[in-house]
């Protein structure tokens, strides 16, 4: 009956009034938004978005290396992602001697394409919901625990159902709704994934970290791979003799152009999102979480930052590691700072005290908002406590690396710079020593701090011209063994309350809403699977007296071009193009387009997305938000959410004129 119940609400509140272009939705129940897609402007049909029986465009969308989404453009099995997601691919590649990421990096045949161990490309064969089988024998007179293993049980079975007689897949059951809905998701992964093409970091990471998550943007953010096969067209590892995939699906490029008003979607993973938190949750994060990550990144980036323009064999060792660093960090700046211009919390509050009057006499919900606030109270000291444990103490790579039992060593000294390290050491553990109450401190980071009297003296007892790992090590055995045999129980008991309370508010929230009438529209919290958001290509106004225009060009390229920044400095053959103004077939308005962005719904996850217009065709490759906007993950604001792409016509336009790779558009289906 609960069940029923809650697929009910969830259809009402599905059809109810649209916050403007709000929302994650499943491929499988856009039936459910189909029409108000098409009122939009898009031009085909449900099962053009997912289909089962028949080729769709999810076919043609893929989870590239388990954290970002890439996209097939050509019959060849080539895919185009962002130059972020391939960012390590390419600066494993890399050497002084040949700097793919300074330089760039074009094969000119299929015998140049570089394999990357490790690296997968995942397409969903098919998505079901399994709701009724995962809570198949479920009583209400259950505990929780029976519940938990009850659920185990029936996701194993589920799950060694759909991998029987196949070959090459990913299986997985995941919650939705906090566990009101489950979702069995099947995956063919391909191990054989080689790099194609890659524009200069220049061009690539254009703006570096002063410009991501801003808008305007310039950044051409686009790498090529290509998905191998075996001779039956299915997953194989690496091998010369393997074949591009011949895939069920590619996408078109609409070269044609994008204007204000056209209909965009993106379809793609988004990793993680939390918008039904509860208001302390959503406190936490902005007025305490928040700052201090971000204070203790800052140490981080400005000790990399210092050794990484001395020295350019550091720069591309620490590449990768910087820019991840970077951006959680300014990530954060801007979720804070949009949680608190927005009211979140405030609101938030509003709305738990009308739920709280509404649930009086409705024993499933009334003591629901007094014990959240009871909970989040119990281990809000600990949550800090565990921020510091992973953004200080574990975050020194060397203490870290000594821990984990020097896995990988031959990998890790490749990209190691000892000065940098021990910087960071220094400087996080004063900060933890400052900011973390002697009560939580583990006895053995009291006893060293005593022996060597300063954390300099400490450091230099570690960081030696061969490092003390034994004493790395013990860092992270002590420190980690303190956190989690007094404080992670704790934190864990009250978290998993915390989550089966969600389960409870949120068919509460629903069914409060269809109750009082409310356009509250209701979608799942982003968990990695697959998911399409519309909206369309528009502008936005920051501030007071701003309004930003929603293209961007190769003008403003030139305009920021700065030779003696590293992160603006253009390559002298871009900027004899735009003097020369040899911009070929892709030339629009005396310049060449470069980004745009639209109000599609997207987060961490959906970088590198397929960026569709009406028809389905490719217009653009998502890359990330503008900061005004980086609080969607918790609270949505139509005024100033905008996802922000790479417009395709960039991407060709460096493949043609500056790569001088005719052949890879050759391969490609482009409509002009």
Same mark, same amino acid.
């Given at each position: 009956?609960?069940?029923?119940?809650?697929?009910?609400?969830?259809?009402?509140?599905?059809?109810?009034?649209?916050?403007?272009?709000?929302?994650?939705? +499943?491929?499988?129940?856009?039936?459910?938004?189909? /029409?108000?897609?098409?009122?939009?402007?898009?031009?085909?049909?449900?099962?053009?978005?997912?289909?089962?029986?028949?080729?769709?465009? /999810?076919?043609?969308?893929?989870?590239?290396?388990?954290?970002?989404?890439?996209?097939?453009?050509?019959? %060849?099995?080539?895919?185009?992602?962002?130059?972020?997601?391939?960012?390590?691919?390419?600066?494993?590649?890399?050497?002084?001697?040949?700097?793919?990421?300074?330089?760039?990096?074009?094969?000119?045949?299929?015998?140049?394409?570089?394999?990357?161990?490790?690296?997968?490309?995942?397409?969903?064969?098919?998505?079901?919901?399994?709701?009724?089988?995962?809570?198949?024998?479920?009583?209400?007179?259950?505990?929780?625990?029976?519940?938990?293993?009850?659920?185990?049980?029936?996701?194993?079975?589920?799950?060694?159902?759909?991998?029987?007689?196949?070959?090459?897949?990913?299986?997985?059951?995941?919650?939705?709704?906090?566990?009101?809905?489950?979702? +069995?998701?099947?995956?063919?992964?391909?191990?054989?994934?080689?790099?194609?093409?890659?524009?200069?970091?220049?061009?690539?990471?254009?703006?570096?970290?002063?410009? =991501?998550?801003?808008?305007?943007?310039?950044?051409?953010?686009?790498?090529?791979?290509?998905?191998?096969?075996?001779?039956?067209?299915?997953?194989?590892?690496?091998?010369?003799?393997?074949?591009?995939?011949?895939?069920?699906?590619?996408?078109?490029?609409?070269?044609?152009?994008?204007?204000?008003?056209?209909?965009?979607?993106?379809?793609?993973?988004?990793?993680?999102?939390?918008?039904?938190?509860?208001?302390?949750?959503?406190?936490?994060?902005?007025?305490?979480?928040?700052?201090?990550?971000?204070?203790?990144?800052?140490?981080?980036?400005?000790?990399?930052?210092?050794?990484?323009?001395?020295?350019?064999?550091?720069?591309?060792?620490?590449?990768?590691?910087?820019? =991840?660093?970077?951006?959680?960090?300014?990530?954060?700046?801007?979720?804070?700072?949009?949680?608190?211009?927005?009211?979140?919390?405030?609101?938030?509050?509003?709305? %738990?005290?009308?739920?709280?009057?509404?649930?009086?006499? /409705?024993?499933?919900?009334?003591?629901?908002?007094?014990?959240?606030?009871?909970?989040?109270?119990?281990?809000?000291?600990?949550?800090?406590?565990?921020?510091?444990?992973?953004?200080?103490?574990?975050?020194?790579?060397?203490?870290?690396?000594?821990?984990?039992?020097?896995?990988?060593?031959?990998?890790?000294?490749?990209?190691?710079?000892?000065?940098?390290?021990?910087?960071?050491?220094?400087?996080?553990?004063?900060?933890?020593?400052?900011?973390?109450?002697?009560?939580?401190?583990?006895?053995?980071?009291?006893?060293?701090?005593?022996?060597?009297?300063?954390?300099?003296?400490?450091?230099?007892?570690?960081?030696?011209?061969?490092?003390?790992?034994?004493?790395?090590?013990?860092?992270?055995? #002590?420190?980690?063994?303190?956190?989690?045999?007094?404080?992670?129980?704790?934190?864990?008991?009250? #978290?998993?309350?915390?989550?089966?309370?969600?389960?409870?508010?949120?068919?509460?929230?629903?069914?409060?809403?269809?109750?009082?009438?409310?356009?509250?529209?209701?979608?799942?919290?982003?968990?990695?699977?697959?998911?399409?958001?519309?909206?369309?290509?528009?502008?936005?106004?920051?501030?007071?007296?701003?309004?930003?225009?929603?293209?961007?060009?190769?003008?403003?390229?030139?305009?920021?071009?700065?030779?003696?920044?590293?992160?603006?400095?253009?390559?002298?053959?871009?900027?004899?193009?735009?003097?020369?103004?040899?911009?070929?077939?892709?030339?629009?308005?005396?310049?060449?387009?470069?980004?745009?962005?639209?109000?599609?719904?997207?987060?961490?996850?959906?970088?590198?997305?397929?960026?569709?217009?009406?028809?389905?065709?490719?217009?653009?490759?998502?890359?990330?938000?503008?900061?005004?906007?980086?609080?969607?993950?918790?609270?949505?604001?139509?005024?100033?959410?905008? #996802?922000?792409?790479?417009?395709?016509?960039?991407?060709?336009?460096?493949?043609?004129?500056?790569? #001088?790779?005719?052949?890879?558009?050759?391969?490609?289906?482009?409509?002009?």
């Amino acid at each position: 009956m609960k069940r029923i119940l809650f697929a009910v609400v969830l259809l009402l509140s599905g059809t109810s009034l649209l916050r403007a272009d709000e929302g994650m939705w +499943l491929p499988s129940e856009i039936i459910l938004k189909i /029409k108000d897609m098409q009122e939009k402007g898009f031009k085909l049909t449900a099962e053009d978005i997912y289909s089962i029986n028949n080729s769709s465009l /999810k076919d043609a969308v893929v989870h590239f290396g388990g954290g970002c989404t890439g996209e097939i453009i050509s019959s %060849e099995g080539l895919l185009i992602t962002n130059h972020h997601c391939g960012y390590g691919q390419i600066q494993q590649h890399s050497s002084v001697e040949h700097d793919y990421l300074t330089d760039g990096f074009w094969a000119m045949t299929r015998e140049q394409e570089l394999p990357n161990p490790g690296l997968t490309v995942s397409f969903l064969d098919y998505m079901e919901d399994v709701t009724e089988q995962v809570l198949k024998g479920y009583k209400p007179s259950m505990t929780e625990e029976q519940r938990s293993a009850l659920v185990a049980k029936n996701i194993k079975a589920i799950e060694e159902k759909a991998k029987e007689g196949r070959k090459s897949v990913s299986v997985s059951v995941k919650a939705l709704y906090y566990g009101n809905q489950y979702y +069995l998701y099947v995956f063919k992964v391909f191990t054989d994934v080689r790099l194609v093409g890659a524009p200069p970091s220049s061009i690539g990471k254009f703006g570096g970290d002063t410009d =991501n998550w801003m808008w305007p943007r310039h950044t051409g953010d686009f790498s090529l791979f290509r998905v191998y096969a075996g001779a039956d067209n299915e997953p194989a590892p690496y091998s010369k003799d393997n074949v591009p995939y011949k895939p069920k699906r590619f996408f078109k490029i609409n070269a044609k152009g994008i204007g204000e008003g056209d209909f965009t979607m993106v379809y793609g993973f988004p990793g993680r999102t939390n918008e039904y938190l509860f208001s302390d949750a959503v406190r936490y994060t902005a007025y305490t979480s928040n700052p201090h990550k971000i204070a203790l990144r800052t140490l981080r980036l400005d000790a990399q930052k210092r050794e990484m323009e001395k020295d350019p064999a550091v720069r591309i060792k620490y590449a990768s590691k910087n820019a =991840n660093v970077a951006n959680a960090w300014k990530k954060w700046q801007g979720e804070a700072k949009g949680i608190i211009k927005m009211r979140a919390i405030e609101n938030k509050e509003e709305f %738990e005290a009308a739920f709280t009057k509404w649930s009086q006499g /409705k024993p499933d919900y009334e003591n629901l908002v007094a014990r959240f606030k009871e909970l989040y109270g119990a281990i809000e000291e600990l949550s800090l406590v565990r921020d510091y444990q992973s953004e200080a103490l574990n975050a020194v790579e060397l203490v870290a690396f000594a821990g984990r039992g020097q896995r990988g060593a031959e990998r890790f000294y490749k990209d190691y710079h000892m000065p940098i390290d021990k910087e960071c050491f220094i400087s996080l553990y004063k900060a933890y020593d400052k900011n973390i109450a002697d009560k939580y401190k583990s006895p053995y980071f009291k006893e060293q701090l005593a022996k060597f009297g300063t954390v300099e003296a400490w450091a230099d007892a570690i960081f030696t011209a061969e490092p003390n790992m034994e004493m790395a090590a013990e860092i992270y055995r #002590n420190t980690n063994k303190w956190f989690m045999e007094n404080y992670a129980p704790v934190l864990d008991s009250v #978290n998993r309350e915390i989550t089966l309370l969600y389960r409870t508010y949120m068919r509460g929230m629903m069914e409060y809403n269809k109750a009082n009438r409310g356009t509250k529209v209701f979608y799942p919290d982003a968990n990695s699977t697959l998911r399409v958001a519309y909206g369309q290509v528009k502008g936005y106004s920051p501030s007071d007296a701003v309004y930003f225009t929603p293209v961007s060009s190769l003008d403003g390229i030139i305009q920021k071009d700065n030779p003696e920044i590293y992160d603006y400095n253009i390559p002298q053959a871009l900027r004899d193009l735009h003097a020369a103004k040899d911009y070929g077939q892709w030339e629009v308005n005396g310049s060449v387009p470069v980004a745009f962005i639209a109000t599609n719904h997207t987060t961490g996850g959906n970088s590198g997305s397929p960026v569709l217009d009406a028809e389905g065709n490719l217009i653009g490759v998502n890359f990330d938000r503008v900061w005004e906007g980086t609080m969607s993950d918790v609270v949505y604001d139509p005024e100033v959410c905008r #996802n922000i792409s790479l417009d395709i016509r960039f991407a060709l336009f460096v493949i043609d004129k500056l790569a #001088n790779a005719d052949h890879l558009l050759e391969e490609m289906e482009i409509l002009k």
